[in-house]
């Protein structure tokens, strides 16, 4: 509360902190890191809210993500034009949804759309196939693949439609005692 | 913003528009209940249609507008926006209303700085992240056990070091008195001090046995004094203090494994540990997004892939095993009938290996020299081995035994853990059986002090120095394993590409027994804190230097196993053999208490019939009022309405619990249920749009 940073203002920093669950310090190091990224490209001062956008092919060389096979999905979900381009805010909301405080609720709701690959709200047989090779890198052969789909689906779905609604995901996902700690990204 | 009552199940949405335009957001916002989780599912454009009020926003105001605009799924521009927007509308509330926000935007921001702080004070916690990160949470779990085992030793020092060891030496260089009383002087003869010359080595000889210089000291039980200073405004009971530190020593760890469990069981409880849903579960949840560094990822991917092989390759085993004849099943169980017993051989074999140790140690126990060192270490020797021989051979009995793989882990690990506890427990009944000669109290060598007081003339004292030995032991095990088997086995696999060096590989970290390992090591330490102080504190030590070994040989020998611990049931189930470990150790001490007499030679209760005994003795000097007071709670007047008043609310908890299983249940098929209603009314929906087109068509077409 004292350090002389130039970067946001005090204002921007209040409203950092309450739409997300990181503290001050952490915000400004998330900047530190976001500018990493793209030195040239993103300025130290904030405070003008500067419309700047670090593209997908290099958030996905952070450490943190980059060994993660679901990375471009991630980043493509918490973008605002859906292309995996992140502005400063997608990228702090990015990394605030995936910490350790935030709520089951919040992780499932991000978890269902990333694992939707084609955005129509369900997950279909297509995606889990997708997810599923992303998973094991094709070390599974397809039989065993169509195998493992077909009973995830009849595990998890509830109302018969044979794909898994967002309802469907939550009920499956509230089951899973790891799924706190698994989907959790630390910064 | 008013909130209405709300039936469970259902959702209720209501229409709120804003007059400001948010950027990227042209919709009407749709507030709702916090209760009710799933968003509205028919709109694609999931991000932009929800976001929820406070709940008790006129009733309470407690969770105040911010928390709920971080748990929303809103892109951060959105998030902002609504935040300017409440915090626009702050002046329309009354001023009771903004005093109570603003108090709990300061109590939040001050528990984080709190929390903050504390962070720094919790041990290791980078070194925990790197492991999980690396390792998996079944590895990182064996570690925050550890860490909380060490937190636990050191608490318990700090207790003992306050209650009587500090008094203790402060009566000694004070030289209080010190009761004396009559009894057969044979009894009272104790020279623990050694005779003579002492060569050089026997010091370091006594510093790994615990006798010679080492024994007679605050480290073991007999050097402590029966003191009972009474002043007029202080009166301190050494005897006493001793007996109650002890008992609420073990009360306060047994509260901490409760209270530890508590947590882990809530996790068990809530997921109902069923294997339904067991593939899904694998595919959308078992990635640890937190895993860092690519070889750690590759193994992952290992990992999954590995365990829905074993799922598959269970369901094909259940497949094989229903369609196995009548002759063959009847094959199979005797079989593993006969393996079960001959498994029970081969822990009843060592079992009486250590018997024999331990009475062979003690029977050689005035040897001098390394030979003697070896006899004083026989008993620790006949353990580890049994240790270490006869799970490897239960293993290969598993085999034959052909259960599922799951089963497989589960038997096992209850072998592991009867071997060991039992086994130590072995050696305490070897142990009682030479002191108290085989409880023949009116045997020859027992008749005069009621214990064998030529060979044991301070029972207590040698009772301390073998758990002492063990725990010391123990230790030196592990770093002896660690320099001279896996340091070499690695260097050996790294360098010398053979196939057989291929085929053995690296070490596997194999968190289970590592685990009963620990809990050994705590249990022995539990047994022996009435007799040896001082242990907790050594304990400590040598937890945290098997921490700093383990995590050195994590990282440089280790690969991660294939077949992973489930981290969330994990802590509960180590917690819940800790427990055992806790049961025995307090048998023991049970029964030291009430029922062996204490040796008249040495320690604080030397001229009582029993440990316990100096309790009724204290009682009588208590105030009157205070003895009417605890007769009076130890009164059937009083235990048993107690006894009524738990059982009511044990009866209430159960039935708290039934409800709560039947409305989970209650609510799944509701959801079930609408689903339904929701594919119905689509199709319907798409029947009428379908009528609604032929209608315009052939009235288009007749116009």
Redesign the interface.
Known sequence: MGNKQTTFTDEQLE?FQ????F?RKEILRLHGRYRELAPHLVPLDYTNNPDIKVPLALIVTM??LK????RDRIVET?S?DGHGNL?F??F??MF???CET??R??KT???F?I?DFN???FICKDD?KR??NK???G??TPE?VT??CD???E??D????SKL???????????????L??????I | MASEPQSPGLREVYDYTEGNGYPGDQQSLRLRRVSSRVSNQNHPQFDCSSTSTPEEEDEEGDSGPPRDIRATALPMAVKRAVRQVQQMQVPVVSRRESWKRKNTKTLRKLKESGRGVLSFFSLWSKTLQKIGGNFGGGVQSFFLFLRFLVVLNFVSFLLIAGFVLIPSIVFRSVEASVVNSTGPEECMDYEPNPQGLVLFYNYFLDLLSGTGFMEYSYLFYGYYNNTMVEDSKFSYNIPLAYLFTAVFYFIFCLICIIARMGTAARVVVATGGSTVGEYSMIVFTSWDYGCLGDGATKLKQKNIHYRLQVDLEEESIKKRAAALSMAQKVVLYFLRVFMCLVSFGLIIAAFYGIFAATEFSQLKSEQKGILGLFFEYLPSIAITAGNFVVPLLCDQIALVERYAPSTTVIVALLRSVFLRLVSLGVLLFTLWRQITCDGATNSEECKLCQYNHKVYPCWETRVGQEMYKLTLFDLLINIAVLVLVEFPRRMVVDNWSNKLAQWVGRQEFVVAANVLALVYGQTVVWTGALFCPLLPLINTIKFILLFYFKKITLFYNCRPALKTFRSSTSTFFFLVVLLFGWGLATVVMIYSLAQIRPSMGCGPFRFFSSMWSIVPMSFYNLSHTTQEFLFFIGSQSFSIPLFALSCVVMCYFIALASVYGKSVALLRRQLKLEGRDKQFLVKQIESLSQRHQILRHTAGAHN
Do not use: Q
């Not at chain 1, 060994?67 to 679901?70: A, G, K, R, S």
């Not at chain 1, 509830?158 to 439609?161: A, E, V």
């Open positions: 409203a309450d739409c997300t669950f503290t450490p943190e060994e993660n096979p679901f918490f605002e502005s805010n997608d702090v909301d605030s949804a995936l935030s709520p609720e919040l709701i991000y978890a759309k694992y955005r129509d709200s889990m997810t599923l998973l094991t890198k070390e599974l065993e195998l493992v009973k995830s689906i595990e998890a509830l109302d018969g439609d609604s967002f309802s469907d995901f939550e009920n499956m996902v509230s089951k899973a005692p790891d799924f700690s698994n989907f959790h990204v630390r």
